[in-house]
């Protein structure tokens, strides 16, 4: 009996497999069969079945939505791509501060990417809200010194630096930046007694050793200073400032070769060192055929720092002595549309307009000289003239501005015997515009005369006789014609044929045939 039930459990069990497996067997064969079909098509048609073959999409499937960058990642990517592309550094930085508004570091960086394009005002807020978020964050409070700095407020830099001493009196970068600023302002015992203190109680201190290099290299002590910027290149390896001040000092003991070979371990310790690729191209603009290199090295320190007006400055001086005379007038124009205070440009225009001939500038002729006749003003060589009178005009303009500017000028300078030169050569150049005035005006006047005497002595011209007009019978009208068998006039015997008219034909009398 038991045996009897656990068969009959056995069958009922078979019965629903075999019921509930039917299904899922049908299902399969047919996806298989389909799949089949489907590749077939795809591979044999080109064309898109509507009927059969691959199912048509009506729309792209939505793609699974992208992780979103952290804040953190964006920051290291904009500090890898920051030395190639500044811009997208820029933009990584700002989305990171857009997801975490407290990441300082991110501001700091913000605001060197901006004090490196000269936007003072964008790289200042940038400093300040890295500050704000941390008020004892070294380095954002020596590049915002440093940003007044570059302004010249020299005494804003000392406000600000005095109170984050007061805040931090422990901060030793702090007070180095302080005796930075004493020597800038020329307070040079306080700075010596200053970095001495630190290098007592630090003898590594690198930037101490700097401090009181650079003191004494204000002091004209160049053997001393190139001493201490030695030991500072030597104790901190990795800064690339040591190595640039060696090459002043380098360059004021005149070994130009030592203070390249120091401006170039530099460049290489910090590629966009600005200050180090200018003082290399104004070393380089001092020798013999290097002119190109000094011209190379100029543009790089406008590359890594746009609003260094002396490297703009000394680009017009490489372009001048290249022989590139319009395009080193059009850069210290550029230069002072930039800035409007600054007496340099001024008297480099000033010589460049009094020796070299420039390209002819579009100007007034009413403004330089009132007294060209407007009959005139067309005339080429009026034109050219007056561009040269514009050209001396401009020059002792600039140079009457460069002498009115500057202080401390004494009567002996040169720059006073080149505004002489340029007023006699502006004199003589008035002079002869004036002569050259009456010149064309008196050779249009006899011009003018000589035609009306030819007009008097030329015969007059004997006036052909007016011809009657023919008259015409009206249209439609009979047309007389002679009566059949009326005599014709004919020439008489030995009269000459009248000649066959204009391109009419001429018909030739026939060829006499030889005998036979």
């Known amino acids: 009996m038991q045996r009897l039930q656990w068969f009959t459990y056995v069958g009922l069990l078979g019965v629903l497999t075999w019921t509930l497996g039917c299904p899922n067997t049908a299902t399969t064969n047919t996806n298989t069969n389909t799949n089949t079909s489907s590749a077939a098509d795809a591979g044999t048609s080109l064309t898109g079945a509507t009927d059969g073959g691959a199912a048509i999409v009506d729309k792209a499937p939505t793609p699974p939505p992208a992780p979103t960058k952290t804040a953190v990642r964006l920051f290291e990517e904009a500090v890898q791509v920051a030395k190639i592309n500044p811009l997208a550094a820029l933009q990584a930085l700002q989305k990171a501060v857009e997801q975490k508004p407290n990441l300082y570091q991110a501001w700091y960086n913000i605001g060197v990417l901006h004090h490196r394009a000269g936007r003072y005002i964008k790289s200042e807020r940038a400093y300040q809200k890295a500050l704000k978020i941390k008020p004892a964050f070294e380095d954002a409070i020596i590049n915002l010194v440093r940003l007044y700095l570059a302004r010249g407020s020299l ?18 970068a702090l007070r180095n930046e302080l005796i930075y600023l004493y020597t800038q302002r020329g307070q040079y015992r306080r700075s010596e007694q200053m970095a001495r203190a630190i290098q007592q109680k630090e003898e590594s201190n690198a930037r101490a050793i700097l401090n009181l290099g650079l003191v004494w290299y204000k002091q004209k002590k160049y053997e001393l200073a190139r001493m201490a910027f030695n030991r500072a290149a030597k104790t901190d390896r990795t800064k690339a400032e040591p190595h640039y001040y060696l090459g002043f ?106 020796d070299r001939t420039l390209p002819i500038q579009k100007v007034s002729i009413n403004a330089v000289a009132p007294e060209v006749p407007p009959s005139l003003r067309h005339e080429r060589r009026i034109v050219r003239q007056v561009n040269t009178l514009a050209r001396y005009n401009a020059a002792s303009g600039h140079l009457r501005v460069y002498i009115s500017r500057k202080s401390g000028l004494s009567s002996q300078a040169p720059v006073r015997k080149y505004l002489h030169d340029s007023d006699k050569k502006l004199k003589r150049a008035r002079k002869k515009l004036k002569r050259l005035i009456k010149r064309i005006l008196r050779k249009r006047l006899r011009m003018k005369r000589k035609r009306k005497r030819a007009r008097r002595r030329r015969p007059p011209v004997a006036r052909r006789p007016v011809k009657a007009p023919v008259a015409r019978p009206p249209a439609g009208a009979p047309v007389a014609r002679p009566p059949a068998g009326a005599p014709v006039a004919r020439p008489p015997a030995g009269a000459r044929k009248a000649p066959p008219r204009r391109g009419a034909p001429v018909a030739t009398p026939p060829r006499a045939t030889p005998p036979r």
């Open 155 to 172: 005494g804003q830099a000392m406000n600000m630096i005095e109170t984050k001493m007061r805040q931090f009196p422990g901060k030793t």
């Open 249 to 354: 000092t380098y360059l004021k003991l005149k070994r130009k070769s030592a203070a390249l070979s120091s401006l170039r371990r530099a460049i290489r310790k910090r590629p966009n060192f600005p200050e180090a690729h200018n003082l290399m191209g104004v070393i380089y603009l001092s020798q013999p055929g290097k002119i190109k290199d000094a011209v190379a090295s100029f543009r790089k320190a406008i590359k890594y720092a746009p609003r260094s007006r002396e490297a703009q400055l000394n680009l017009g001086i490489a372009l001048n002595a290249t022989g590139q005379y319009a395009a080193s007038a059009k850069q210290f124009e550029f230069v002072l549309r930039q800035y409007p205070s600054y007496i340099e440009p001024h008297y480099y225009l000033g010589i460049l307009n009094l």
